[in-house]
Nanobody
Framework: QVHLEESGGGSVPSGGSLTLSCRYSQYATSPPCVGWFRQAPGKEREGIAAIDVNSAGSYYLDQMYGRFTISRVNAKNIASLQMKSLKPEDTAIYYC???????????????????WGQGTQVTVSS
């Protein structure tokens, strides 16, 4: 069982930037794939980006490419999500999740991730 904990959420004005961190831990080895998702009020959870922890290969869903950057620091068991040019519609709870190696692909899906953090709130004011 992988334990994940998000941090870095908060309130920012429109146009601002924020970096979220996901600290993950597992008894034996690091999870092969870590992803970031978000859920806005009244909407379904949607994927943002995923990263292969070993190779650092990253994947973004089309509409997320450009303003979001996923990265990892293996020595610290952290996967980060840098967000820039934030808009009020980016307001959501942001979750990180872990899955097996094949969860990381260009069409990564929520269903392929088996462990989830509690989420961190991001609020973007207009």
């Amino acid at each position: 069982q992988v334990h994940l904990e998000e941090s870095g959420g908060g309130s920012v004005p429109s146009g601002g930037s924020l970096t979220l961190s996901c600290r993950y831990s597992q008894y034996a080895t690091s999870p092969p794939c870590v992803g970031w998702f978000r859920q806005a009020p009244g909407k379904e959870r949607e994927g943002i980006a995923a990263i292969d922890v070993n190779s650092a290969g990253s994947y973004y869903l089309d509409q997320m490419y450009g303003r979001f950057t996923i990265s990892r620091v293996n020595a610290k068991n952290i996967a980060s999500l840098q967000m820039k040019s934030l808009k009020p519609e980016d307001t959501a709870i942001y979750y990180c999740a872990a899955g097996p190696w094949n969860a990381c692909n260009s069409d990564f899906r929520e269903a392929d991730f088996t462990s989830w953090g509690q989420g961190t709130q991001v609020t973007v004011s207009s």
